[in-house]
């Protein structure tokens, strides 16, 4: 009778805690990577939230500015400048529907203009934070509260 | 592993067999652990690969606004300056300096350490440079611009270093913003010497002219006849002071050539003493015989016939009988050898004033009456005998600071009145006695005029003509329009100014009459306008009229289609800066008082195919109604101008009565200084942002 070869049970639990380790890292390595790839996703559309109003405002120049501040500018005419009120969050799901991708409705987003004169130049810095949602999925996969982008707009006089 | 009979086929034996299953196995796990590894480590990666692309657009964005802030204020500090013309980022400009013009950018750089990171220290800098192979100095035409004038672009470039150190160790900028404006070099005065020809176009000419009346000389002699510049309702005084180059011209456009054109001289320009815009006469008396008396006043003869019949009659009376009375030609003669001994003409010669305020006196009235007369014996403007406009003041005092040969250009003269008076006279102490001398004096004396009434009219006129013939002189009142427009002449001075020639667009030497494409035509050059607007509303909406400031402000010259309306009545617009405003093909009306700010200040308002109507009382700024439409300018308020005035008509006529006074203002002159302000676009016609090199 041929005596069959086989594994002592210490060899089989020394092989299971390795493989459970290899496992168990290559899973952490895995969520870990899905965090990172879902939070840099999210940061992108967040810093396009945040650049829009930017934008707009740079070429709207420095007296719509004055005027927007004051809260006398027409934002009425444009459902981009609708969705740019000052000084109020603002939840990009509440715009125009197609104005904005569908991940972005997951954001809500927060303008300020505040005076910054100086060196004899009047201007106005601009102060956009944009953060999650409340109880959406942004907010899981996006690892700052809040995204926030400034820019200065100076009078072309 | 040989074929044997129990095992046909070379196969491991069945203990060896199990070993071999089992490292398969374990080989195989193996190497799917290694391959999830493989995967998971890869995935990895690209999660940290796009979590550093995000961190670096993130950074990128963040220089793409810290290099924008900085452009804003690197334009908006050249903006600025180009804005003053004294400036040396105007001055760079208007040279065309191939050289970078560093621009200052305080303000960015403070603000970018805001939006910089905390390990970050950014630095900026910027600059502006010509691109030279872009500047245009010709037309669409291909008609050359004046001087420094052109269009151009300008490319501004402002570089971003993250970190200080990587800029001083020479690394290139993190980021690099470069954008391209359009700007424009236009000449608002161009130099001119008033005593030569300007030897190529520069679109501002008019400017050149305190008065300047391109169809003077038609309108002159087109009904009503001369009223554009002799009128008594509705004067007009050119008011000039400072240095004789610094002052406006005056042209009357179409004079010249046998074709003058004549201002009458009211009296506070004719002194007696013949220093004034009337000359002395070059004889003041002039005796005739008693013969040429005859010639003039037949109707003497009958009265000596009388009296020689009468001395016949107590001669035949007196004469012893027997005796034979003389004869009738024996008492002839002698009476007329009498007569001829005592008696002789005096025609006096006085050069007067073609206009007095007021003509009360029997002198006075008689003058008056000779002018009249001699009037009616005109026709067309020369019978116009109402106030010259006053072209270079207001008094006599105003020829010696403004000399008319630097001022006038074409033929304009002064016109007065010659007076020609005559009377008999007689020697005291003769045989004629005093009382008859006396009378003679009192019936014979007359003005000399060519208007005859009745028979003795007729042969006085006819008389003055034959003794005219006779010593070569003229004996009739008349007005004299053979001097220039100067004081202190005598004698038969040339009359008329030097007469300029003007340049066309393409810079060939035009009369100023010439119309159409080859015409002299002002402010050509619509390439170099500064703005262009359809209507009159949207010169507030760009600024340059701001009704809350109450200020026109300028830079260069805005174009606007339409007709153009300048304020409200009972306004006051101060102009700031150095430009104007035009009318393509409508007409300007001004309702506000215009006034400079400061002396360097000045405002054209120009109209090229419409008329300029002003409704104020105040207007410091110039006037240009010339080109292809009616080019009037009308005054409904008597009016102080302080600029210069152009039209194609000046039309006196129709203006408000009153005084109109035109002061030339001395900053649009300058005898070696072109005066050009720059505009620089806001809208940006190329950009390209490099980042991310650092």
Redesign the interface.
């Known amino acids: 009778m ?1 005596r ?2 086989g594994f002592s049970l210490i060899e089989v639990l020394i092989a299971c805690f390795l ?1 459970a380790v ?2 168990l890292s ?1 899973l952490w ?2 969520r ?6 879902m ?3 999210y ?2 559309i967040a ?1 396009s939230v945040a ?1 829009e109003p ?1 934008e707009i405002f ?1 070429g709207m120049g420095y007296a719509w500015l004055d005027l927007y501040r004051q809260g006398k500018a027409d934002l009425s005419g444009s459902p981009v400048l609708q969705a740019c009120p000052h000084g109020s969050w603002y939840n990009i799901a509440d715009a125009e529907e197609g104005l904005y991708p569908s991940e972005a409705c997951d954001l809500k987003r927060l303008i300020t203009v505040a005076p ?1 004169d ?4 009047k ?1 106005f ?1 601009i102060t956009v934070d944009v953060a999650p949602a409340q109880q959406t999925r942004v907010d899981t996969w996006l690892s700052r509260d809040v995204v926030t ?9 | 592993m040989t074929p044997s009979p129990e095992r046909p086929f070379p196969c491991p034996a069945p203990g060896l067999m199990a070993g071999r299953r089992q490292g398969i196995v374990s080989a195989m796990v193996v190497l799917v652990i290694v391959v999830l590894a493989i995967l998971m480590v890869q995935f990895h990666q690209v999660a940290r690969q796009s979590q550093s692309t995000t961190l670096g657009l993130e950074q990128r964005e963040i220089a793409h606004q810290m290099v924008e802030v900085a452009m804003e204020e690197a334009f908006t500090r050249l903006l600025r300056e180009s804005l003053d013309a004294k400036s040396a980022g105007a001055a760079w400009m208007i040279r065309k300096d191939s050289q970078a013009y560093a621009l200052p950018t305080p303000f960015a750089s403070k603000k970018i350490q805001e939006l910089a990171r905390s390990n970050q220290d950014p630095v900026l800098e910027a600059d502006a440079t010509i691109i030279q192979s872009d500047f245009r100095a010709v037309d669409s035409r291909g008609n050359k611009y004046y001087g420094s004038e052109g269009v151009g672009s300008i490319r501004l470039s402002v570089r971003l270093w993250i970190l200080s150190s990587a800029r001083s160790n020479g690394r290139p900028p993190y980021a690099e913003l470069i954008r391209c404006h359009d700007y424009k070099v236009v000449s608002v005065r161009t130099k001119r010497d008033n005593g030569v020809e300007r030897n190529a176009y520069a679109q501002n000419f008019p400017l050149d002219y305190a008065l300047l009346v391109r169809k003077g000389f038609e309108e002159f002699n087109a009904s009503p006849f001369g009223k554009n510049l002799d009128n008594d309702a509705k004067r007009l005084v050119i008011a000039q002071t400072g240095a004789a180059d610094t002052q406006g011209k005056v042209l009357i456009g179409g004079t010249g050539s046998d074709k003058p054109v004549f201002l009458n001289v009211h009296e506070k320009f004719a002194p007696t003493d013949g220093s004034g815009l009337v000359p002395k006469p070059s004889k003041e008396t002039m005796q005739v015989t008693f013969d040429d008396c005859l010639v003039l006043f037949p109707k003497l003869k009958e009265e000596i016939k009388k009296a020689v019949d009468q001395a016949l009659g107590d001669l035949t009376a007196n004469t012893p009988e027997g005796a034979d009375p003389p004869s009738r030609e024996t008492v002839e003669s002698q009476i007329m050898e009498k007569l001829r001994a005592a008696l002789y003409g005096i025609f006096t010669f006085r050069h007067l004033p073609m206009v007095r305020d007021s003509y009360s006196g029997t002198d006075l009235e008689e003058e008056k009456r000779v002018i009249d007369l001699v009037a009616s014996k005109e026709s067309g403007a020369k019978a116009n005998t109402q106030r010259g406009i006053e072209i270079i003041g207001d008094s006599l005092a105003a020829f010696s600071s403004s000399p008319p040969d630097q001022i006038l250009e074409g033929d304009i003269r002064s016109r007065f009145l010659k007076r020609v008076d005559f009377r008999m006279e007689g020697k005291e102490g003769g045989e004629i006695d005093a009382a008859t001398i006396e009378k003679l004096k009192k019936d014979t004396a007359t003005y000399c005029t060519e208007a005859a009434e009745g028979d003795d009219g007729t042969a006085l006129v006819n008389g003055l003509r034959e003794l005219s013939q006779k010593y070569s002189t003229d004996l009739f009142s008349r007005f004299i329009a053979s001097y220039p427009y100067k004081t202190g002449l005598a004698g038969d001075p040339a009359p008329g100014f030097k007469t300029f020639s003007f340049r066309n667009v393409s810079g060939a030497a035009v009369p100023l009459e010439t119309s159409g494409d080859t015409g002299v035509q002002p402010f050509f050059h619509v390439n170099l306008r500064g703005k262009r607007m359809e209507t009159s509303d949207e010169l507030a909406a760009v600024g340059i009229i701001d009704a809350d400031k109450g200020t026109i402000n300028l830079n260069g010259y805005a174009d606007v289609q339409d007709s153009v309306t300048i304020g409200q009545a009972g306004q006051t617009l101060k102009v700031k800066g150095q430009g104007g405003i035009f009318s393509a093909k409508g007409s300007i009306t001004i309702n506000a008082n215009i006034v400079k700010e400061s002396d360097e200040d000045f405002c054209v308002f120009f109209t090229r195919k419409g008329n300029i109507v002003v409704n104020a009382d105040e207007v410091q700024a110039s006037l240009v109604a010339m080109g292809s439409g009616g080019g009037r300018i009308g005054f409904n308020k008597p009016v102080k101008v302080k600029g210069a005035v152009v039209a194609e008509y000046l039309s006196l006529d129709s203006w408000a009565a009153g005084t109109h006074t035109f002061t030339y203002d001395p900053v649009l002159k300058s005898r070696s200084q072109d005066l050009y302000v720059v505009n620089l676009g806001q809208s940006i016609t190329f950009q390209r942002l490099v980042d991310g090199i650092q």
């Open positions: 041929t069959r070869r493989l290899v496992l290559l390595m895995n870990h990577s899905h965090l990172s790839s939070d840099a996703y940061e992108g810093m650049r930017l740079r910054a100086a060196d004899g130049m201007g810095q982008l400034k820019s200065f707009v100076s009078e072309k006089k």
